[in-house]
């Protein structure tokens, strides 16, 4: 089954920081994969999918981009609300898994 | 509005079975896939299983393949887990999760509030 390695675990930035977050797979999956964002107490939130398309709604200062094996996410300017962790999910094929996180905090 | 309304987590013994319940509205939900996710509180998510919209395709995480039975009932606009032979590694908030897109294997566009599962003597 193909891994998904999300870097850093955590990190703390400062409001108005360029935040990028990496996730690789460990094979190649196209560009079939999708970021969630999950706040404290709540449900995650589709941010983008197929690498790079953002989801209705979601704030321009969030991007994606990768291919193959090597994704970001990138949050051009922090925000407070942006507190969260952060999943990459692959779709290409079952098992659909997860990384691990990355919790972002603010400075 | 596409609402996702999970039900039927409980406290249960080492062993035993438990069925969870999705109703899902304000979409049509026999043109999507459906899934459970699930998240031990405060650590990450994990998939556990799909269902096509039809109902004749699925796929289990290897974690629970053999032990879970996903199952939809597209009259009822509902989606079920059958959990069998549980431990307290299944103890987790179960969400389940629509298919953004017709296909089967597909990202979520939409989560339930989840249902606690806990599994403990």
């Known amino acids: 089954d193909i891994q998904m390695t999300q870097s850093p675990s955590s990190l703390s930035a400062s409001v108005g920081d360029r935040v990028t977050i990496t996730c690789r797979a460990s094979q190649g999956i196209s560009n079939y994969l999708a970021w969630y964002q999950q706040k404290p107490g709540k449900v995650p939130r589709l941010l983008i999918y197929?690498?790079?398309t953002l989801q209705s709604g979601v704030p321009s200062r969030f991007s994606g981009s990768g291919s193959g094996t090597e994704f970001t996410l990138t949050i051009s300017s922090l925000q407070p609300e942006d507190v969260a962790t952060y999943f990459c999910?692959?779709?290409?094929?079952?098992?659909?898994?997860f990384g691990g996180g990355t919790k972002v905090e603010i400075k | 509005e596409v609402q996702l309304v999970e039900s039927g987590g409980v406290v249960v013994q080492p062993g035993e079975s438990l069925r969870l319940s999705c109703s899902a509205s304000g979409f049509t939900f026999d043109d999507h896939a459906m899934h459970w996710v699930r998240q031990v509180p405060g650590k990450g998510l994990e998939w556990v299983s799909l269902?096509?919209?039809?109902?004749?395709?699925?796929h289990y995480a290897a974690s629970v393949h053999g032990r879970f039975i996903i199952s939809r009932d597209n009259t009822k606009n509902s989606l079920y887990l059958q959990m069998n032979s549980l431990g307290p590694e299944d103890t987790a908030l179960y969400y389940c999760?629509?298919?953004?897109?017709?296909?089967?294997?597909?990202?979520?566009?939409?989560w339930g509030q989840g249902t606690l599962v806990i599994v403990s003597s």
């Open positions: 269902i096509s919209w039809s109902g004749e395709s699925t």
């Open positions: 999760a629509k298919g953004f897109l017709t296909s089967t294997t597909t990202f979520f566009d939409y």
């Open positions: 999910q692959k779709y290409m094929s079952a098992p659909l898994t």
């Open positions: 197929g690498a790079s």
